[in-house]
């Protein structure tokens, strides 16, 4: 493995079934994050990690759930899809989540409800 | 409330130089960086300015005005290869990344 990675690249998913999303980096960083991407939007926040261990809200946490057991994985649970949830998915990590560390993504998951 | 500006679409010649605008409202402020983001990819990191003035690196320049909340990328001697989306982003009081839409960049030969 190098950097982060994603896992699936792509999926069509039933509305009300539940999905992970899965997430591992490499790098050894504290600070992890899942954004969602939609057309003509920019890059918004669903909860990120400041170490393993923690978690807290994003932007948009509403539908979606994480975890963080250890430093190298973050797995995004959607626990019952609806077709809004339709969108590319990036993964990403920093060092740590203040100051200018910046941002690695992953290459990202797209997602379609049904 | 926060928000983050910039142009949809801008379009420039091969070997010219082009420059992308950012206005930015948020709540607190710790930096802003600029990532590149080519159709169908991840964003890369280009820039980071947490302080006024202009930040050179290669052909790629980021400059920030804190008391205007604005900020620029100046992109020079245009490759076919700089056709991408460049995104801005604002870190806030709360240390987020608050992101713009993105400014598309077509590069014509």
């Known amino acids: 493995i190098a950097g982060i990675t994603q896992a699936p690249t792509s999926q069509i998913l039933a509305a009300g079934r539940r999905m992970t999303l899965r997430c591992t980096q490499d790098m050894r960083h504290n600070a992890m994050y899942w954004y969602r991407q939609d057309l003509g939007l920019g890059l918004r926040l669903i909860h990120y990690?400041?170490?393993?261990?923690?978690?807290g809200k994003g932007e948009v946490p509403d539908g979606y759930s994480v975890s963080r057991a250890n430093t190298d994985d973050f797995p995004l649970t959607l626990a019952s899809a609806v077709p809004s949830q339709t969108s590319v998915y990036f993964c990403a990590s920093s060092g740590s989540r203040g100051g200018g560390d910046e941002q690695f993504f992953g290459p990202g998951t797209r997602l379609t409800v049904l | 409330g926060q928000n983050i500006d910039q142009p949809t679409e801008m379009t420039a010649t091969e070997g010219a130089i082009v420059q992308i605008n950012c206005t930015y409202q948020t709540s607190g402020f710790n930096g802003l960086f600029w990532y590149q983001q080519h159709a169908g990819e991840a964003p890369t990191f280009l820039s980071y300015?947490?302080l006024d003035g202009l930040e050179e690196k290669g052909r790629f320049s980021s400059f920030l005005s804190r008391s205007k909340g604005y900020s620029y990328l100046l992109l020079k001697e245009l490759q076919m290869k700089d056709s991408a989306s460049y995104l801005c982003?604002?870190?806030?009081?709360?240390?987020?990344?608050?992101w713009g839409a993105g400014t598309k960049l077509i590069i014509k030969p």
């Open positions: 982003a604002t870190m806030d009081s709360n240390y987020q990344l608050i």
């Open positions: 990690s400041n170490t393993a261990g923690t978690t």
């Open positions: 300015n947490v």
